[in-house]
């Protein structure tokens, strides 16, 4: 039984050098996929990483390869298409998807790379790799945010309820309605992390935390809305990990993690000497307080007055794939999200079966039972042996 691990450290290489920006009107493409499919590989070892403490090889390599900039405008680029090019595509008059998994994969991978950075933003050196790009993503959890507070008045996230006559298009907006709130939470994380380092900010960025956006002010707004819990049936519940879950009693009196991040952001922004000093206004300081984000009105001056012809040629040569293709994509998907993968990075982890600690081995025999080390595994054997042969037998006789 050995630790489980998705990447062997050369192949994690290999896919972050390989991370590259792409156009609009290849999002969804096959060279996009096979990249989105990297990413996902790349998202879950990273979790994996961080979860067994094994050090941070992802966050290294993003670092070292300077690909946390493509990172960040991988994100606006798929946030720019939901918003410009999504809508004008579900209006076309052809289009008729017979399966809409291609463009939840598109949908999804907005979700995935803020994951990512989530994951690996919680080392300073990230944010400083991201050097001027960090205003955009400055701007990017500020639209998230500011999009939570506009929704909290709605009581969070759309239930996940299934409805016969719905159509599949329908389904898949009410999906990413409610993935858009689980993306809120993870830039209200990333942006938490960016405060972290605010000795180290430039003068651009700290200025488009506290004068343009004031985020201190925002940040109040969503402790006061408090978005992420409700009352249902009378039982407190906190949005976390995906999900809406009923908080006992005797936890009420905790701060949620959410909660958590905003304070930390909070303190961040109000208490460190470097967000409250008087900057001296010379022409230098001057142009570095004037920078402004780059990524998103690049992309919109690229591509302004085009929403309707990217829409119709993604329509022609993206989501109309042959069933073969379909089959094809499928089986990429599948090796891609592995069960055993998905399980251990799952917010409710396995337990060790003889120690009950946090588990990241499996007994690779009968696949039944979880370690968290091979000395636990062996004090178990005497008790968990008979029923792992009979397991075993019980697979291979199927």
């Known amino acids: 039984m050995g630790d489980l691990e998705l990447l062997l450290p050369g192949e994690a290489a290999v896919l972050v050098r390989g991370l ?18 990297n990413l996902e590989k790349l998202n879950m070892q990273a979790i994996l990483d961080a979860t067994a403490s094994q050090g941070e090889p ?27 090019v999504f809508p004008v595509l579900c209006r076309l008059e052809d289009f008729k998807p017979q399966n809409t998994f291609p463009i939840y994969m598109v949908v999804h991978h907005e979700a995935s ?28 959890c500020h639209r998230k945010l500011t999009l939570l507070v506009a929704r909290s008045s709605r009581g969070g996230p759309p239930e996940e309820e299934e409805c016969q006559s719905s159509t ?23 942006l938490r992390y960016i405060t972290d380092c605010v000795d180290s900010l430039s003068l651009s960025t700290l200025n488009r935390m ?18 992420w819990s409700r009352r249902e049936g009378g039982k407190l519940q906190q949005f976390e990990g995906g999900r809406w879950q009923t908080v006992a009693p005797s936890e009420q009196q905790k701060l949620s993690k959410l909660d958590g991040q905003v304070w930390i952001a909070l303190y961040n922004l109000l208490l460190s000497h470097e967000a409250r000093a008087r900057y001296c206004f010379t022409s230098f300081a001057k142009g570095q307080l004037l920078k402004i984000p780059e990524i998103w009105e690049r992309l919109e001056r690229e591509n302004r007055g085009k929403w309707q012809a990217i829409a119709k040629y993604q329509l022609r ?15 990429r998907w599948a090796e891609t999200y592995r069960l055993d993968v998905l399980e251990a990075i799952a ?7 003889y120690c009950s600690a946090v588990a990241s081995k499996r007994c690779s025999r009968c696949q039944n039972e979880w370690y968290c080390c ?16 009979l397991a075993a037998q019980g697979d291979r006789a199927k």
């Open 20 to 37: 590259r920006s792409f156009p609009l009107r290849e999002i969804g493409s096959g060279g996009w996929n096979q990249q989105h499919e």
């Open 58 to 84: 992802i966050q290294e390599l993003l670092v070292t390869h300077g690909k946390i900039p493509t990172l960040v405008e991988e994100l606006i680029a798929v946030e720019m298409w939901k918003q410009k």
């Open 113 to 140: 790379i803020i994951n990512l950075l989530e994951t690996v933003f919680f080392h300073k050196e990230v944010c400083e790799s991201a050097e001027d790009t960090v205003l955009d993503l400055i701007d990017y």
């Open 168 to 190: 599949p298009m329908q389904e898949l907006q009410k999906q990413a309605e409610l993935m858009e709130f689980e993306i809120a939470s993870k830039a209200l994380s990333v």
């Open 210 to 227: 506290l004068s343009t956006h004031d985020l201190p002010c925002l940040l109040v707004e969503l402790l006061e809305h408090n978005p």
């Open 317 to 331: 040569h993206v989501f109309s794939p042959s069933e073969q293709d379909l089959r094809l994509q499928a089986r």
């Open 347 to 353: 917010p409710e982890r396995p337990r060790c079966a």
């Open 374 to 389: 091979r000395e636990c595994q062996v004090k178990h054997w005497e008790k968990h042996g008979k029923a792992c042969v």
